[in-house]
């Protein structure tokens, strides 16, 4: 189920529509809409009562040195460069990978709605000149909350590790420093391995048939049980956003 985002109150609609388990890919709000299947479900962290683990905690302390900047919708070679880097080493042969850089400039810069792209690096030897690039995110920015339409990262940094989650991470801790409630990580599926990492965000609420839930914390700690036993048979790490698009496009959202 997808419809169109334009006009003067396309921002309007994008926050409606993501209120009800819509995501946003370039002019385009969707939503699966599957005969007799709930599986792909909307999950939202409340930014505020954020309830950060051990090893979020660290991660946050490790690279915390990282510079941030809320950057224009508009591409970069140097972010395209750090895109198929990512690509190559954590999706090869999946939808994204024959893009060019006239198709990231159309992820990127084709938006009806207020939207960013938060760029992570470290910083420069002379503290003047900007720092290497080591991950990026594109980010609606809606009347409740950040939506995270796709992040990406150095997948091979020699010293840097859990940039992927670190951007999360970060997501949360501004999102609650601007008085915005939620972080919204696009669809989640049970089971699915490579959605996983999403689990691990508390307090988390899912979107059902009688609106956003809360997941209660006897659920959450065993869904995060079940996702470390995932990954330890080898599945794939966590750290980007992206779903499926419409037409089966593996695309944008952020969400791995």
Same mark, same amino acid.
């Given at each position: 189920?997808?419809?169109?985002?334009?006009?003067?109150?396309?921002?309007? =609609?994008?926050?409606? =529509?993501?209120?009800?388990?819509?995501?946003?890919?370039?002019?385009?709000?969707?939503?699966?809409?599957?005969?007799?299947?709930?599986?792909?479900?909307?999950?939202?962290?409340?930014?505020?009562?954020?309830?950060?683990?051990?090893?979020?905690?660290?991660?946050?302390?490790?690279?915390?040195?990282?510079?941030?900047?809320?950057?224009?919708?508009?591409?970069?070679?140097?972010?395209?460069?750090?895109?198929?880097?990512?690509?190559?080493?954590?999706?090869?042969?999946?939808?994204?990978?024959?893009?060019?850089?006239?198709?990231?400039?159309?992820?990127?810069?084709?938006? #009806?709605?207020?939207?960013?792209?938060?760029?992570?690096?470290?910083?420069?030897?002379?503290?003047?000149?900007?720092?290497?690039?080591?991950?990026?995110? =594109?980010?609606?920015?809606?009347?409740?909350?950040?939506?995270?339409?796709?992040?990406?990262?150095? #997948?091979?940094?020699?010293?840097?590790?859990?940039?992927?989650?670190?951007?999360?991470?970060?997501?949360?801790?501004?999102?609650?420093?601007?008085?915005? #409630?939620?972080?919204? =990580?696009?669809?989640?599926?049970?089971?699915?391995?490579?959605?996983?990492?999403?689990?691990?965000?508390?307090?988390?609420?899912?979107?059902?048939?009688?609106?956003?839930?809360?997941?209660?914390?006897?659920?959450?700690?065993?869904?995060?049980?079940?996702?470390?036993?995932?990954?330890?048979?080898?599945?794939?790490?966590?750290?980007?956003?992206?779903?499926?698009?419409?037409?089966?496009?593996?695309?944008?959202?952020?969400?791995?």
């Amino acid at each position: 189920m997808f419809t169109e985002l334009r006009g003067p109150h396309a921002d309007a =609609l994008n926050d409606a =529509l993501g209120r009800i388990g819509f995501r946003r890919s370039q002019t385009v709000a969707y939503r699966p809409s599957c005969l007799d299947c709930t599986a792909c479900v909307s999950v939202r962290v409340v930014a505020g009562e954020f309830d950060a683990s051990s090893a979020q905690r660290r991660n946050l302390k490790r690279n915390g040195d990282l510079i941030v900047t809320a950057c224009r919708p508009w591409s970069t070679a140097e972010q395209f460069e750090l895109l198929q880097r990512y690509l190559g080493a954590r999706h090869p042969g999946g939808g994204m990978a024959s893009m060019d850089d006239s198709d990231f400039a159309d992820m990127v810069e084709h938006t #009806p709605v207020t939207s960013y792209v938060y760029e992570y690096r470290e910083p420069s030897p002379d503290g003047v000149t900007p720092g290497r690039l080591v991950g990026a995110c =594109l980010t609606d920015r809606q009347g409740d909350g950040l939506s995270m339409i796709y992040s990406f990262y150095d #997948p091979e940094h020699e010293t840097r590790t859990g940039l992927g989650n670190f951007i999360i991470l970060d997501h949360i801790r501004r999102a609650a420093r601007e008085a915005v #409630p939620y972080v919204y =990580l696009g669809y989640w599926v049970e089971g699915s391995a490579r959605m996983q990492y999403k689990i691990r965000y508390r307090p988390m609420e899912r979107l059902g048939r009688s609106g956003w839930e809360r997941i209660a914390a006897v659920e959450q700690d065993r869904l995060i049980t079940e996702s470390m036993h995932r990954l330890g048979r080898g599945s794939s790490p966590p750290g980007s956003t992206k779903d499926g698009m419409p037409g089966g496009q593996d695309q944008y959202r952020l969400v791995d």
